[in-house]
């Protein structure tokens, strides 16, 4: 048995809803799936002693996880008072609008059509509410529109799905790029050298309490799928169907279609720089 200490990111135990950091609590979605892990992790974030809180991710339109958001925050004393998102897919974002009925809020995302109020998010925007510091910190790969949040009083980055608590994310072709993805990584991993970040609270998964293990372990990973995805090409096989079957033949069958993406956004990729 492998204990959670030699996993990539050394994962902490289970997936559950509860405090993660100072300042950082999930309150996990009911929706789990192959795609989705556990379900998705709803994060409410405030600075202690603060009567204010930020939601990030509300996930999917279910009225009991958004109301369980709510009052998980007021038993704790707190006030939502602004809905973050980390990028517009469904099990993140489908919420976000019956959530900000919910609490009268503001939602703030990089995708112009996700926001609801006046002020979207960007790079090197600063979220201040409450007393909370969050740095914006444009993370596109998994899809374009994708941001995660640097916490730096926590030591800790909120990633959505640009790293996960387990296994690896999709690069959701065509939206989604492999080069910018391999970018947003390397940026990940500069918060983990330069800015002491060691934890990693995921958009689905655990926690992750070796950030830079973790991401090095992606970059390994997207390095080494890579070059299996040319040596496919290089002996002949053309499709993404065909390149699935053959690099990704230890997945299970049930997540073929979502390698499908990652393979065409790898294909993309190699061609992109004369690679095939």
């Not at 405030?46 to 709510?70: F, K, N, Q, W």
């Not at 969050?134 to 790969?141: A, D, H, I």
């Not at 374009?144 to 640097?150: K, P, T, V, Y």
């Not at 070796?210 to 992606?218: M, P, Q, T």
Request: aromatic content about 4%; hydrophobic content about 40%; proline content about 6%.
């Amino acid at each position: 048995m492998t204990g959670a200490a030699e996993l990539p990111g050394q994962p902490r135990g289970g997936v559950a809803s509860g405090a993660a950091t100072a300042r950082a609590v999930n309150v996990l979605a009911p929706n789990p799936s192959p795609m989705t892990l556990d379900g998705t992790n709803t994060w409410i974030v405030a600075e202690p002693g603060s009567g204010l809180a930020v939601v990030i991710d509300p996930g999917p339109l279910d009225e009991g996880h958004l109301r369980a958001v709510v009052r998980t925050a007021e038993e704790a004393g707190r006030r939502v008072a602004l809905t973050l998102l980390t990028h517009g897919h469904a099990d993140h974002a489908e919420g976000a609008a019956r959530f900000a009925e919910l609490t009268g809020t503001a939602v703030r995302a990089l995708d112009p059509a996700l926001r609801l109020g006046d002020e979207g998010l960007g790079a090197g925007d600063v979220v201040t509410t409450g007393g909370l510091e969050l740095r914006v910190v444009p993370t596109p790969g998994h899809t374009a529109d994708s941001l995660s949040f640097h916490l730096p009083a926590d030591r800790a980055v909120l990633t959505g799905d640009t790293v996960l608590g387990r296994g690896t994310t999709v690069v959701a072709h065509p939206d989604g790029r492999l080069g910018d993805y391999l970018d947003s990584l390397r940026r990940l991993r500069s918060l983990t050298v330069d800015d002491g970040v060691d934890t990693v609270l995921p958009g689905h998964g655990p926690v992750l309490e070796d950030a830079r293990g973790a991401v090095e372990f992606y970059l390994a990973h997207r390095a080494n799928r890579l070059a299996q995805v040319e040596t496919a090409v290089e002996n002949g096989l053309r499709t993404a169907p065909e390149v699935v079957a053959e690099v990704y033949a230890d997945v299970d069958r049930v997540l073929w279609p979502a390698a499908e993406l990652s393979v065409r956004a790898q294909l993309d990729y190699l061609a992109e720089h004369g690679l095939v």
